[in-house]
């Protein structure tokens, strides 16, 4: 006899807390997508919450998705530093020029307050999805990691030359960053978030070398994240997780999202009982699939890492690229209620 | 093939040990005749070497550019000035740039592993859009364009930057590198490039592959 279906809250709880629930949560995680789905420019799409909040019901309805997500766009966070944010008519807005163009301003850098506009724009979101998922379903925050966030706030080249040759001014930066992360993440929790998403990129072996992320990035986020006043998923934004994982776990981290480049199987026997595991279809090759070839995708992913429970499917970015096709996502819902239905039959 | 030497310069960039780097490629200049190509022959093993490594999931991309960094700055005392005409010195005119996004570390990469090989391509920077790259590109004649990405919409774009190129009548190919590459391995052909580099070492090998070095 089938169980009574769960609320998608119910679903996700008992997956995080690495049990078997109903079927394997489905977060698609839909950020500038919303704006096709409101038939509105991405720039003007994110100026508008209660248009947002909108798109995040709809989106969820349409493809029985477990989560409302908001989270609008990376460089968002840059935005009340004072960054220049570029927003393009097909993707994600993207960060301008760094606004740290020496190292040297580092001294002088301030904690932005919460009032910035940008970041009210999301906390009036966050009420809006509070109201909209009714206690049934989970409602996602995101903060980018004080760690990975210099990448936007002075550029890839001038932070990894930080990191290696500049302590000092490292570090101060590391205060800085884990002061505004602490407070937008509670800001963002207590305006509605369940739970918050932890941005890391800069947090793999694909990144920097495991002894640098031991001494950098690794004592950041145990010290940001113990702050945190909410569950917090580490999320490496398609970096591969095999390496750091078994650190993330320590940070106090519950949920690892990973990469497509990862073993799915082998990463889920790392860290079962350890971490949950959220991912990991590949968004760019998404663009393309066939219904059959999202089917096989989330099949594999399925049986490789939900039996148990500790997994919730989802692509392996943190967000659908505005490219991939309904016809895809509608495949991808199918083959999650086909095949993502407990007891899981195969290994892992 | 790297040699004892090769590897003990290695072992000190990758420790990003720059007295020992700087000591081991004085010795291989030394032991090399005190010629440049002595030490452009080790530097490039080397930084090919890590290009691998990191490809196979061994290194990290910290490690990648801060080698590179470290040996420009180490390589440079040994190697003759180069011209001040076209910035490419030798082989095809080159040009090198970031489609739409602002993202310059792969440019750095690709850009630091042609200066290893003696290959300075002209730099149009970054966030510029393909019409822009492709009227440059015409008007200073450029034979071969590397485009790197980094994100799945700017990487599209290529698809109009090709068409804009052959739209001007300009036979220049394209190659192109970045993520978005990187995770869907068929994305290169299907935007129009004519070569895509899974490392920045590629760069020149595909230059051959692509017909614009003999």
Same mark, same amino acid.
């Given at each position: 006899?089938?169980?009574?279906?769960?609320?998608?809250?119910?679903?996700?709880?008992?997956?995080?807390?690495?049990?078997?629930?109903?079927?394997?949560?489905?977060?698609?995680?839909?950020?500038?997508?919303?704006?096709?789905?409101?038939?509105?420019?991405?720039?003007?799409?994110?100026?508008?919450?209660?248009?947002i909040?909108?798109a995040?019901?709809?989106?969820?309805?349409?493809?029985?998705? %477990?989560? =409302?997500?908001?989270?609008?766009?990376? $460089? +968002?966070?840059?935005e009340?530093?004072g #960054?220049?944010?570029?927003?393009? *008519?097909?993707?994600?807005?993207?960060?301008?020029q760094?606004?740290?163009?020496?190292?040297?301003?580092?001294?002088?850098?301030?904690?932005?307050?919460?009032?910035a506009?940008?970041?009210?724009?999301?906390?009036?979101?966050?009420?809006?999805?509070?109201?909209?998922?009714?206690?049934?379903?989970?409602?996602?925050?995101?903060?980018?990691?004080?760690?990975?966030?210099?990448?936007m706030?002075m550029?890839?080249?001038?932070?990894?030359?930080?990191?290696?040759?500049?302590?000092?001014?490292?570090?101060?930066?590391?205060?800085?960053?884990?002061?505004f992360?602490?407070a937008?993440a509670?800001?963002?929790?207590?305006?509605?978030?369940?739970?918050?998403?932890?941005? %890391?990129? =800069?947090?793999?072996?694909?990144?920097? $070398? +495991?002894?640098?992320?031991?001494?950098? #990035?690794?004592?950041?986020?145990? *010290?940001?994240?113990?702050?945190?006043?909410?569950p917090?998923?580490t999320?490496?934004a398609?970096?591969?997780?095999?390496?750091?994982?078994?650190?993330?776990?320590?940070?106090?981290?519950?949920?690892?999202?990973?990469?497509c480049q990862?073993?799915?199987?082998?990463?889920?026997?790392?860290?079962?009982?350890?971490?949950?595991?959220?991912?990991a279809?590949?968004?760019?090759?998404?663009?393309?699939?066939?219904?059959?070839?999202?089917?096989?995708?989330?099949?594999?992913?399925?049986?490789?890492?939900?039996p148990?429970?500790?997994?919730l499917?989802?692509?392996?970015?943190?967000?659908?690229?505005?490219?991939?096709?309904?016809?895809?996502?509608?495949?991808?819902? %199918?083959?999650?209620?086909?095949w993502?239905?407990? $007891?899981?039959?195969?290994?892992? | 093939?790297?040699?004892?030497?090769?590897?003990?310069?290695?072992?000190?960039?990758?420790?990003?040990d720059?007295?020992?780097?700087?000591?081991?490629?004085r010795?291989?200049?030394?032991?090399?005749?005190r010629?440049?190509?002595?030490?452009?022959?080790?530097?490039?093993?080397?930084?090919?070497?890590?290009?691998?490594?990191?490809?196979?999931?061994?290194?990290?991309?910290?490690?990648?550019?801060?080698?590179?960094?470290?040996?420009?700055?180490?390589?440079?005392?040994?190697l003759?000035?180069?011209?001040?005409?076209?910035?490419?010195?030798?082989?095809?005119?080159?040009?090198?740039?970031?489609?739409?996004?602002?993202?310059t570390?792969?440019?750095?990469?690709?850009?630091?592993?042609?200066?290893?090989?003696?290959?300075?391509?002209?730099?149009?920077?970054?966030?510029?859009?393909?019409?822009?790259?492709?009227?440059?590109?015409?008007?200073?004649?450029?034979?071969?364009?590397?485009?790197?990405?980094?994100?799945?919409?700017?990487?599209?774009?290529?698809?109009?930057?090709r068409?804009?190129?052959?739209?001007?009548?300009?036979?220049t190919?394209?190659?192109?590198?970045?993520?978005?590459?990187?995770?869907?391995?068929?994305?290169?052909?299907?935007?129009?490039?004519?070569?895509?580099?899974?490392?920045?070492?590629?760069?020149?090998?595909l230059?051959?592959?692509?017909?614009?070095?003999?």
């Open positions: 006899m089938n169980a009574p279906a769960m609320t998608s809250l119910e679903r996700v709880l008992t997956a995080l807390s690495h049990k078997e629930p109903d079927r394997t949560p489905l977060f698609l995680l839909f950020s500038h997508y919303g704006a096709k789905e409101m038939g509105m420019s991405i720039r003007e799409y994110f100026r508008r919450p209660d248009r909040a909108e995040q019901r709809r989106l969820r309805d349409k493809f029985d998705t %477990d989560c =409302l997500y908001g989270f609008l766009y990376g $460089p +968002l966070e840059v009340a530093w #960054g220049e944010v570029i927003f393009a *008519d097909d993707g994600p807005p993207n960060a301008g760094p606004f740290i163009r020496s190292p040297a301003q580092i001294r002088d850098l301030d904690v932005p307050k919460m009032d506009p940008s970041l009210g724009i999301v906390l009036d979101t966050l009420r809006r999805l509070r109201d909209v998922a009714a206690g049934e379903a989970p409602v996602i925050g995101v903060v980018m990691s004080p760690f990975s966030l210099p990448v706030q550029g890839f080249e001038p932070y990894l030359r930080l990191i290696y040759e500049e302590q000092e001014l490292f570090e101060r930066l590391m205060r800085v960053n884990s002061a992360c602490v937008w509670n800001a963002q929790i207590e305006a509605g978030a369940n739970a918050i998403c932890y941005f %890391d990129p =800069l947090a793999s072996t694909d990144m920097i $070398p +495991l002894k640098m992320y031991r001494r950098t #990035g690794f004592s950041v986020a145990r *010290d940001v994240i113990s702050r945190i006043n909410g917090t998923a999320h490496l398609s970096a591969r997780a095999s390496g750091t994982a078994d650190l993330i776990a320590e940070t106090g981290a519950t949920i690892l999202g990973f990469s990862d073993d799915a199987a082998a990463l889920k026997r790392q860290v079962r009982g350890k971490l949950s595991l959220l991912g279809l590949n968004g760019v090759a998404m663009r393309r699939w066939t219904p059959e070839e999202a089917e096989a995708t989330v099949r594999a992913l399925i049986r490789s890492c939900a148990g429970g500790g997994f499917l989802a692509d392996n970015h943190g967000e659908i690229p505005w490219h991939v096709k309904e016809e895809t996502l509608f495949a991808v819902r %199918d083959a999650v209620r086909q993502g239905r407990y $007891p899981i039959s195969g290994e892992c | 093939m790297i040699d004892v030497a090769g590897n003990a310069f290695k072992d000190a960039i990758l420790s990003m720059r007295s020992t780097a700087g000591s081991e490629l010795r291989i200049w030394e032991n090399g005749g010629t440049p190509a002595s030490v452009e022959s080790v530097v490039r093993l080397v930084l090919e070497d890590i290009g691998n490594e990191w490809e196979r999931g061994d290194l990290s991309l910290a490690q990648v550019y801060m080698s590179g960094v470290l040996c420009e700055e180490l390589v440079a005392p040994f003759p000035e180069r011209g001040s005409a076209f910035p490419s010195d030798k082989g095809p005119r080159m040009a090198i740039a970031v489609l739409e996004d602002r993202h570390l792969g440019k750095r990469l690709v850009s630091s592993a042609l200066h290893a090989e003696g290959y300075f391509p002209t730099d149009y920077g970054s966030g510029l859009n393909a019409e822009r790259i492709a009227e440059r590109a015409g008007e200073e004649g450029v034979e071969v364009l590397l485009i790197s990405t980094l994100m799945l919409h700017a990487a599209l774009k290529v698809a109009d930057l068409k804009r190129l052959e739209s001007l009548g300009l036979p190919r394209i190659i192109v590198g970045g993520a978005p590459f990187r995770l869907d391995e068929s994305l290169w052909r299907e935007v129009g490039a004519h070569a895509f580099g899974p490392t920045a070492h590629s760069a020149l090998s230059m051959h592959s692509v017909g614009v070095i003999a």
